[in-house]
């Protein structure tokens, strides 16, 4: 219980406490990254539910984007934005990573975080009423399962803030336990599609972790919230086609 209790403390703003923390809990936590993406990922079919027969759909999709940021403390959006004012500059790795420690947001970083949110909005007020139940109980658990994927890759990271405690223990038996909950419910879902997407998503993060690694040198904590934001707009996107 501890292990999920951690997995939700680190990714949510739900007031949990592990009663006997251990080092090794970060990296077990990882485990249940896709329950708490799953679990966020309710909450929003919920809202759904309870909103959408009483008021209009673009007005819903805005509360369900409001809520799945605060209930993650806007975290993941906040390496979004880092990351992109690192991009912004055309300098050096070293002098990237310099400009995404600075506290105030840029100017790329304030308007990635617009088209975000435009881009957010739009596709779960678009996607078909008959798949979008689906949809939001998947794009939440599918970034966060990518979030592990790249916490494993990350042998090169930068040794400072919240990834690096993950990645000093993580191993491979992590992501692939980590793996079984996304798996499962894909294929229930969608069948062997399903499958085949989630693969394909697993491969574009792969590429992306690779061009960030291109750009920085190192990759760090904010990495992992660009990475996991990229995923969730990528994955409704997938939606959308349908």
């Not at 679990?39 to 007005?59: K, N, V």
Request: aromatic fraction near 12%; charge should be positive.
């Amino acid at each position: 219980m501890n292990k999920i209790i951690t997995a939700f403390q680190f990714l949510t703003i739900l007031p949990l406490k592990v009663k006997s923390f251990r080092q090794e809990l970060l990296a077990e936590s990882t485990i249940y990254f896709p329950l708490v993406g799953l679990t966020l990922g309710a909450g929003l079919a919920g809202l759904e539910y309870c909103l959408s027969p009483f008021l209009p759909i673009d007005i819903t999709a805005i509360i369900q984007v409001a809520f799945l940021t605060l209930i993650t403390r806007g975290l993941h959006i906040d390496g979004f934005a880092d990351t992109f004012d690192g991009l912004g500059c055309v300098k050096s790795p070293k002098e990237k990573l310099k400009v995404m420690k600075d506290s105030h947001i840029g100017t790329m970083g304030a308007i990635s975080v617009i088209f975000l949110v435009l881009l957010k909005y739009n596709s779960i007020a678009f996607i078909e009423q008959s798949t979008k139940i689906y949809a939001l109980l998947v794009f939440p658990m599918a970034s966060r399962w990518t979030m592990v994927l790249t916490i494993l890759y990350s042998i090169q990271m930068k040794h400072i803030g919240l990834g690096s405690k993950f990645q000093k223990q993580i191993k491979e038996k992590h992501f692939i336990l980590s793996s079984i909950l996304p798996c499962l419910i894909v294929i229930y879902l969608f069948d062997i599609i399903g499958l085949t997407a989630l693969i394909g998503i697993a491969i574009f993060t792969t590429m992306i972790y690779q061009f960030l690694l291109n750009s920085f040198g190192k990759i760090t904590g904010d990495h992992f919230g660009f990475i996991n934001e990229i995923i969730e707009a990528l994955t409704l996107m997938i939606f959308l086609m349908l």
